[in-house]
């Protein structure tokens, strides 16, 4: 039986050790994209209101090969399968749901380890290329 992990008090700091690296490509550049916009379908309080509407979690499983398929419960689905972590208990998802958007030193946060983490995928995948002859 696989264990799900206990919370972090930092959500940024279990965001960086516990969502990014499961992320893929698309998902990470989808939440990157509506947390730099600010966008109204990026919602706290609930995984989805209507489909495109839907938490972190929830646009980063419909990204998600193992989650893609999900609809309202893909962002609890991804979060419990693929993150290992308790939704209920996630301190990003409690902290989203207090504020959301609407909290912007925690989006702003949020948007800048999704940055980091896309350079540093950019840097592996260019130090894995093979040299020029």
């Avoid at 008090?9 to 990014?20: H, I, K, M, S, T």
């Avoid at 207090?98 to 840097?123: I, P, S, V």
Wanted: proline letters at 6%; a neutral charge.
């Amino acid at each position: 039986m696989e264990s799900i992990a206990m919370p972090t008090l930092d959500p940024v700091a279990e965001f960086r050790a516990r969502w990014l690296p499961h992320v893929s490509k698309d998902g990470l550049s989808r939440i990157i994209e509506l947390l730099e916009k600010g966008s109204p379908l990026l919602i706290h309080g609930a995984f989805t209101r209507a489909v495109p509407m839907g938490c972190l979690a929830s646009h980063i499983a419909w990204n998600h090969p193992q989650t893609c398929r999900y609809q309202h419960e893909a962002g609890v689905m991804w979060l419990a399968k693929v993150a290992k972590l308790n939704p209920a208990t996630s301190s990003v998802i409690l902290a989203w749901d207090r504020d959301g958007a609407g909290n912007f030193e925690l989006r702003n946060d949020l948007l800048g380890a999704c940055l980091e983490e896309r350079e540093c995928r950019r840097q592996r995948a260019h130090l894995c290329e093979p040299a020029c002859c």
